[in-house]
T-cell receptor, first 116, second 115 residues
Framework: DSGVTQTPKHLITATGQRVTLRCSPRSGDLSVYWYQQSLDQGLQFLIQYYNGEERAKGNILERFSAQQFPDLHSELNLSSLELGDSALYFC???????????????FGPGTRLTVL | GENVEQHPSTLSVQEGDSAVIKCTYSDSASNYFPWYKQELGKGPQLIIDIRSNVGEKKDQRIAVTLNKTAKHFSLHITETQPEDSAVYFCAASMAVKAAGNKLTFGGGTRVLVKP
């Protein structure tokens, strides 16, 4: 158990809908990262938050957005869902950002999103 | 941006044999290289990592080597056991002040340890 929690575990929805995925980082971790894992694209970085502020953006679609709240939990919002958005979405957390060498990232169990 | 290539994509070994997975990266500024193990239905689990000021690191049956000049790093698992069967991912990252430290992953290696 990494200490990172994600809810829900599974999500089934229809095209055009909007969903929210939730992540709670390990106790004491200030950074939260979101990754998407699909069969054709592998594991891809979406976005990072550090202590409530957006820190880095990757291959995140404009239909997707995220935020990190004062209690450090994070939510990933996916809207106007398409069939191709079906994937596993992982949250990871680390102690902090910056420094000479990156921090170790610990991953949660993921949310499996199925868009029908 | 960074690109990480991982080989082989599948690896079948007999229990007790060694397994080696190799990765190459493109950006010489990368200085952190973790390896993750992912079992079916679970999230990636960190098994070992290496930073660019170290050439080799070992933890029981697992070792990682890094060649900065050639920009490649490898995972070695000795005395493999059936519970080592999983998908293994290498990744690369760099510390960019105020710009985060995303992980760029390789494509993964599915390891099957046959009893």
């Amino acid at each position: 158990d990494s200490g990172v929690t994600q809810t829900p575990k599974h999500l089934i929805t229809a095209t055009g809908q909007r969903v929210t995925l939730r992540c709670s980082p390990r106790s004491g971790d200030l950074s939260v990262y979101w990754y998407q894992q699909s069969l054709d694209q592998g594991l891809q970085f979406l976005i990072q938050y550090y202590n409530g502020e957006e820190r880095a953006k990757g291959n995140i679609l404009e239909r997707f957005s995220a935020q990190q709240f004062p209690d450090l939990h994070s939510e990933l919002n996916l809207s106007s869902l398409e069939l191709g958005d079906s994937a596993l979405y992982f949250c990871a957390s680390s102690v902090a950002t910056g420094g000479r060498s990156p921090d170790t990232q610990y991953f949660g169990p993921g949310t499996r999103l199925t868009v029908l | 941006g960074e690109n990480v290539e991982q080989h082989p994509s599948t690896l079948s070994v007999q229990e007790g044999d060694s397994a080696v997975i190799k990765c190459t990266y493109s950006d010489s500024a990368s200085n952190y290289f973790p390896w993750y193990k992912q079992e079916l239905g679970k999230g990636p689990q960190l098994i070992i990592d290496i930073r660019s000021n170290v050439g080799e690191k070992k933890d029981q049956r697992i070792a990682v080597t890094l060649n900065k000049t050639a920009k490649h790093f490898s995972l070695h698992i000795t005395e493999t056991q059936p519970e080592d069967s999983a998908v293994y991912f290498c990744a690369a990252s760099m510390a960019v002040k105020a710009a985060g430290n995303k992980l760029t992953f390789g494509g993964g290696t599915r390891v099957l340890v046959k009893p």
